[in-house]
């Protein structure tokens, strides 16, 4: 398997595998997004995680913009959406996945 390989299949997981977790939550507390915002503040551990998370989706937005500038690379910019939308363990590795393709 190659490192490309690997990175794709990060992503996957990194789509699927919390989603399955935050559907669940979802479903199970009435699809109530300010009980979900409630529970990212739950304690001092949940919101320093959630700090954590959203620091490093910032970071990696501002390394792809950084990049797309340089190398040209547009299709990076897919990332962007998918580190928000769906989180950091789905967007940095697509993002490698894209960023390491031939050109």
């Not at 910019?77 to 050109?103: D, E, K, M, N, Q």
């Amino acid at each position: 398997m190659s490192l490309r390989h690997l990175w794709l299949a990060l992503a996957l997981w990194g789509a699927v595998h919390p989603m399955v977790h935050m559907l669940g939550w979802l479903s199970a507390n009435g699809w109530s997004l300010s009980g979900l915002f409630a529970a990212w503040q739950a304690n001092g551990a949940v919101a320093g995680l959630g700090w954590d998370l959203l620091i490093s989706a910032i970071t990696l937005t501002l390394w792809i913009l950084a990049e797309v500038t340089v190398r040209r690379n547009w299709a990076a910019l897919l990332a962007i959406p998918a580190t928000f939308l769906i989180g950091v363990g789905c967007g940095l590795p697509l993002y490698l996945w894209i960023r390491s393709r031939p050109v």
